[in-house]
């Protein structure tokens, strides 16, 4: 473990001393699943997320509508 790896480590721990036992427990059941995951299934789900929207549209066509949409009003504020 590096010197950077503890700090980190030591820190998240000072911050769990205030948690309620039932909150820790879930904690450690959360990062016990995060554990049983491996890194393919993490990157999967990351690069799955790629391509999300989907359109036939151009990109040019999908900017000009966003800036066309754009309402801007001129409203004085008093201070």
Same mark, same amino acid.
């Given at each position: 473990m590096t010197y950077t790896d503890k700090y980190i480590v030591?820190?998240?721990a000072g911050l769990f001393a205030g948690l309620s036992?039932?909150?820790?427990?879930e904690?450690?059941?959360?990062l016990s /699943? @995060?554990?049983k995951t491996g890194k393919k299934t993490r990157d999967h789900k990351f690069f799955k997320s790629f391509g999300a929207f989907s359109s036939k549209k151009s990109a040019e066509s999908i900017i000009a509508d966003i /800036? @066309?949409?754009r309402k801007f009003t001129?409203?004085?504020i008093k201070l």
């Open positions: 030591e820190t998240y036992d039932t909150s820790k427990r904690l450690i059941e959360n /699943k @995060s554990l /800036k @066309s949409s001129k409203k004085q």
